[in-house]
């Protein structure tokens, strides 16, 4: 595989000392990142087969889930929605225009920073999920439905250490480069 080769040029500077996995170990890590890799493709399947029901694209309806997720009652800014897509703010500016015109999105300026919009779900959006919402809901249980409250904590956590993790190690690797 490419990517032992790669990976042995990242150099480890973590608070935690380096441990030298064994051959299974690589193999073991090797195949969940491979299930990783098909839980994304999964999940962004599912993105567009949603996104369809809505005429927008897959990423129109993850900007959309991120308003839904981040807007707390005063709309969300440009900035928040990137941050939480990991894409860049002139894309989604670009594609929250394209939403505001079909009507699924509200933009207005910020009344205490003129540089800023803040973004909300229009009604037709909101209608349009409400509408969805069992589907949704019995995706999301079928998905989940062998995870307990405690076991579904455990697995946020781990996530959120290997997204810190992959985080750092993307830098390394582009430091490299």
Not at 54 to 82: C, E, H, P, R, T
Not at 127 to 143: D, G, S
Request: with cysteine.
């Amino acid at each position: 595989m490419p990517y032992r080769h790669n990976a042995q040029k990242i150099k480890v500077t973590a608070l935690e000392p380096a441990k030298a996995p064994g051959t299974a170990d690589c193999d073991l890590s090797y195949q969940v990142i491979w299930d990783f890799v098909s839980i994304s493709n999964n999940l962004e399947d599912i993105r567009r087969a949603w996104a369809k029901l809505f005429g927008i694209s897959g990423s129109q309806w993850l900007i959309l889930m991120a308003i839904s997720d981040l807007d707390k009652g005063n709309g969300v800014s440009v900035g928040d929605v990137s941050e939480k897509i990991h894409a860049v703010s002139t894309f989604v500016t670009t594609q929250t225009k394209i939403l505001e015109r079909l009507g699924l999105i509200n933009r207005v300026t910020s009344t205490t920073d003129a540089r800023v919009v803040l973004m909300s779900l229009s009604e037709t959006a909101r209608q349009k999920m409400t509408e969805l919402m069992p589907r949704w809901e019995a995706l999301h249980e079928y998905i989940f439905r062998d995870f307990d409250a405690a076991a579904m904590n455990d697995v946020k956590a781990k996530l959120e250490m290997l997204k810190r993790r992959t985080k750092v190690a993307m830098q390394r690797v582009a430091e490299d480069n």
